[in-house]
């Protein structure tokens, strides 16, 4: 069974065709370890410190310690209970690989997809994700794209109060740090601004983890409780498809905030 989900960084500085025009990376092996079901702590966090030492954020790396976590409880209590974790870097890439012998006589098909856990969590959480089943066993491969320095800033956050809305525009990466400082201020407009007309520009956004995700998500709900509507603008088309599957609400996106203002009931 083969189920191939590719899903990009919105970054600007690693786009799906800047890679498809370089050269294929040699991989270069940062972590090969076997686990079972007493061993996932220590997985945990051996793969967490070698994600962060290879340059990954720190919530980013959590967000890959979390999938490799899942995959391999799967591998435990859906294959032959044993496998291995490895980890190489691409060029700018984390691959992480995760498999079984296959001793169980199960293929990946058999893994359950469900909301909030395992394949569901890797396929959009990841950048790209892959599995495969053969005679040999089953073999799942999650790649994580590494920020450039210059990416990894925590976003500055600009409110723009107009006559009819409110422009909140992030610059930099909605990380692990930016996030609470969202959620804080969108908790404040919301109290100071019934059914508050909101657009968010993740225009100059240049990386994310999940901590980020779930801020928007929150934005969503805080303001759609008040009777309010946001709109989110910028984004590339995997990253709106991401927010998309991972959002229990419908999101409303547009290219620009200028455009944004358009799809607003009247006052």
Same mark, same amino acid.
């Given at each position: 069974m083969s189920d191939d989900g590719t899903?990009?960084?919105?970054?600007?500085?690693?786009?799906?065709?800047?890679?498809g025009r370089q050269k294929p990376a040699t991989p270069v092996p940062i972590l090969d370890q076997p686990f079972d079901h007493g061993s996932l702590y220590p997985l945990r966090e051996t793969l967490l410190a070698h994600a962060v030492h290879a340059g990954m954020p720190h919530g980013r790396a959590v967000d890959l310690v979390l999938i490799v976590h899942e995959l391999?409880?799967?591998?435990?209590?859906?294959?032959?209970?044993?496998?291995?974790?490895?980890?190489?870097?691409?060029?700018?890439?984390?691959?992480?690989?995760?498999?079984?012998?296959?001793?169980?006589?199960?293929?990946?098909?058999?893994w359950p997809v469900r909301h909030g856990h395992? &394949?569901? @969590?890797?396929?959009? !959480? =990841?950048?790209?994700?892959?599995? #495969? +089943?053969?005679?040999?066993?089953?073999?799942?491969?999650?790649?994580?794209?590494?920020p450039a320095p210059a990416a990894r800033r925590s976003a500055a956050l600009r409110p723009r109060h107009l006559d009819s809305h409110v422009i909140?525009?992030?610059?930099?990466?909605?990380?692990?740090?930016?996030?609470?400082?969202?959620?804080?201020?969108?908790?404040?407009?919301?109290?100071?601004?019934?059914? &508050?007309? @909101?657009?968010?520009? !993740? =225009?100059?956004?240049?990386?994310? #983890? +999940?901590?980020?995700?779930?801020a928007l998500i929150?934005?969503?709900?805080?303001?759609?409780?008040?009777?309010?509507?946001?709109?989110l603008t910028g984004l590339a088309p995997d990253f709106a498809e991401r927010l998309g599957e991972l959002s229990p609400l419908p999101l409303t996106t547009s290219e620009t905030p200028a455009?944004?203002?358009?799809?607003?009931?009247p006052p």
């Open positions: 899903m990009m960084n919105p970054s600007r500085l690693a786009s799906g065709a800047e890679r391999a409880t799967n591998a435990i209590f859906h294959g032959p209970g044993t496998g291995r974790s490895v980890i190489s870097q691409l060029g700018e890439v984390l691959r992480c690989e995760v498999s079984d012998t296959g001793a169980s006589g199960r293929d990946a098909a058999t395992g &394949l569901w @969590l890797a396929r959009y !959480l =990841s950048d790209r994700f892959t599995i #495969d +089943s053969g005679p040999e066993g089953t073999v799942a491969t999650a790649d994580f794209a590494l909140l525009e992030l610059d930099g990466a909605l990380d692990e740090h930016a996030a609470p400082k969202v959620t804080e201020m969108v908790g404040e407009l919301v109290s100071r601004t019934p059914s &508050l007309r @909101l657009v968010v520009d !993740l =225009s100059a956004v240049t990386y994310w #983890d +999940s901590t980020g995700i779930t929150i934005t969503q709900q805080r303001v759609s409780a008040t009777a309010g509507m946001v709109v455009k944004a203002v358009h799809l607003f009931p």
